[in-house]
């Protein structure tokens, strides 16, 4: 199908209408942010809005989850896949699609994650164009994320009175079908340009991250002083990785009934920034120091997502930036590193 538009309302009058084949899930506004939940009544859908507090990935790694349930008598019902009914998620920033896409690609590495894999094949995702940066501490232009469409069934871009509609899978036309859709023409293709143009000038930084020399950075920067001086600042909460769009790291831990005998598997988000992560028997650890975690956190963002899968394991959302209490940024270390490698070279 090619590109087409759709009136705002006509758009979610049809969300509305697929309710009865889809559990729709988006942005909506809480109390003090936005979140991803689940919607029973489309008015509450935020296609416009600032990041999410949590990124979407819970729709596919829940927070918490049973893998096997186990009994007394030596049974064990393995494994627990999910078989909910098809989902539509809504509203993914390219940020988010990107990060989407990076885990996709992590998870369908064999041998695979099952409970992943079931749960986002049954899914569908419509992402749409941020027309402005969408916080004050994103940089996703700076990683080369924005106006990606990553894994997105279904591209949106909102112009005034209506989104521009780009189906972009086989799951997207299906889900278009009876849509109120028209022709776009060029005008509309041309406002995009001329939003996109301005939109860029406000991001708080106009300078691209090369992916491939900040991968090379790091390979020198094992003892660069950065780490201790991050380490001085940094709380390690965790905080940083339970926003962050593309990690996916757990926790495993056996959940006993009170009668002690039958139980559940679980595994849980977990932390690399928090001490026990890397913990192991007899009380050695292998990233024992706040500085070994954060050279850590930030190798494996700038540099072991990136050489193993040529795709960015940091997507710019700004999410870290927002929730980190000693207002460590990302996109100041990468800078960083990037202009000691430049003096060197």
């Known amino acids: 199908m090619p590109a087409s538009k759709i009136s705002k309302d006509d758009l979610k009058r049809h969300l509305s209408e697929k ?61 627990l896949i999910p078989t909910d009914r098809p989902v539509a998620l809504v509203a993914l920033h390219s940020c988010d699609l990107i990060a989407t896409d990076l885990i996709d690609t992590i998870f369908a590495t064999a041998p695979g994650d099952p409970y992943y894999k079931t749960r986002r ?7 749409v164009r941020c027309m402005e940066p969408c916080d004050t501490h994103a940089f996703c232009n700076a990683m080369g994320t924005l106006d990606q469409k990553g894994g997105a069934d279904i591209f949106l871009t909102p112009l005034d009175h209506h989104f521009l509609v780009e189906p972009l899978s ?40 090369d992916l491939k020399a900040l991968s090379d950075a790091m390979t020198t920067s094992r003892d660069h002083e950065i780490w201790d001086e991050l380490a001085g600042e940094c709380l390690a909460c965790g905080t940083c990785n339970i926003t962050c769009p593309t990690c996916y790291c757990f926790d495993m831990c056996d959940k006993m009934e009170l009668s002690l005998v039958d139980g559940e598997r679980r595994r849980s988000w977990d932390s690399c920034q928090l001490r026990e992560f890397a913990e192991v028997a007899g009380g050695e650890n292998f990233r024992g120091t706040r500085a070994d975690r954060q050279r850590h956190r930030f190798f494996r963002k700038g540099k072991y997502l990136f050489d193993r899968y040529d795709l960015t394991g940091c997507v ?14 990302p996109l100041e270390v990468y800078q960083r590193l990037l202009e000691r490698r430049s003096a060197r070279v």
């Open 316 to 329: 710019g959302c700004g999410r870290c930036v927002r929730q980190c209490v000693a207002d460590i940024d």
């Open 19 to 79: 309710l009865t084949d889809y559990t729709l899930v988006g942005p909506v506004k809480s109390r003090l942010a936005y979140k991803f939940d689940v919607i029973s009544n489309v008015d509450r859908l935020e296609i416009e809005y600032t990041t999410t507090v949590l990124p979407p990935k819970k729709q596919f790694m829940p927070t918490v989850e049973p893998l096997i349930r186990f009994q007394g008598d030596g049974t064990a019902q393995l494994p």
């Open 121 to 127: 094949e049954n899914a569908v995702i419509l992402g």
């Open 170 to 209: 086989k799951k997207g036309e299906t889900f278009l079908a009876g849509a109120a859709l028209s022709h776009s023409g060029d005008e509309d293709a041309q406002a995009v340009g001329r939003i996109a143009n301005e939109r860029d000038k406000q991001f708080r930084s106009q300078e691209k991250v």
